[in-house]
């Protein structure tokens, strides 16, 4: 018998999308990697709003992450934001949504993370992309926390498959591929990070007239006993890269 769903009183998010029986089977369903996709998952009235606002940030506020494994930019600071974006970050950090990810997850004690280390707002344009990788495992600050969870929205109400920028989710072993998401408009995907949840966006993004690939990501921990050490992002090849390729990513992680 199931358990009866618990319901929430969130603002942005439709809490009849989030009752939590019918959804972890979803998230456990799948081999090697713990995902689930939302579509439409915050409310018309409020998603308009909050891609518009990631879209009016000037230029210049942007860091420009440029090196051979990746190519993309993002915004950490909250002060650079708009006010219905940081509204919805404060809601999708509060311990009522924590609480709803150990529910859906199997997690016990997850904790947001106000410093949005290496999340917050991202953006790729033309060219730009994200070789297959793992995460980073440890807070850069907070020593003993350790990052389990993943939850990317995407922003781009033009998008259009093909742009080339599908999220890949890729074996552990072999690379192959267990899904490519398409990331459209109010999509949202969360997923455990760990050491074998390798996943990124490989293909160089082809966009219509300067259009941009733009998400919010937010990433989840919790804190162990002992400091942990601090490893960088692993890249990974796949077996339809070529031998350059190939080269050229294990120097980018050995230069990393």
């Known amino acids: 018998m199931k358990n009866s769903p618990k319901k929430f009183n969130f603002n942005f998010l439709d809490s009849q999308k989030f009752l939590i029986s019918d959804l972890k089977s979803e998230y456990k369903k ?3 990697i713990d995902y689930i996709v ?11 709003e909050i891609a518009k606002e990631h879209k009016d940030i000037p230029e210049e506020h942007w860091l420009k992450y440029n090196h051979f494994n990746q190519k993309k930019m993002g915004i950490s600071d909250l002060n650079l934001m708009g006010n219905k974006t940081q509204l919805l970050i404060d809601e999708l ?8 990810l150990n529910n859906l997850t199997g997690f016990k004690n997850l904790i947001s993370d106000p410093e949005l280390d290496g999340g917050g ?6 060219g730009g992309y994200l070789n297959i990788h793992t995460d980073f495992q440890s ?3 907070n020593k003993n926390w350790k990052r389990r969870l993943n939850l990317l929205l995407y922003l781009t109400p033009e998008y259009k498959d093909s742009w080339n920028g599908n999220l890949e989710l890729r074996d552990y072993r072999d690379k192959s ?5 398409s990331p459209i408009f109010n999509r949202c995907v969360i997923f455990t990070t760990n050491e074998k ?3 990124g966006h490989p293909l160089p993004l082809t966009p219509n007239d300067n259009l941009s690939r733009r998400s919010l990501a937010l990433y989840y921990f919790e804190k162990d006993d002992n400091a942990l050490p601090l490893k960088p992002t692993f890249y990974a090849s796949t077996p339809n890269d070529k031998f350059i390729k190939k080269f050229l990513i294990r120097m980018d992680v050995y230069a990393l």
Not at 38 to 48: C, Q, S, T, V
Not at 93 to 100: G, L, R
């Open 30 to 32: 799948h081999k090697n």
């Open 38 to 48: 939302l579509d439409n998952f915050i409310r018309k009235e409020h998603i308009e």
């Open 93 to 100: 950090s509060s311990k009522q949504f924590t609480s709803w």
């Open 121 to 126: 707002l991202h953006k790729i344009s033309t």
């Open 139 to 141: 807070h850069t600050k």
């Open 177 to 181: 591929i267990i899904e490519s998401i």
């Open 197 to 199: 949840s390798f996943h």
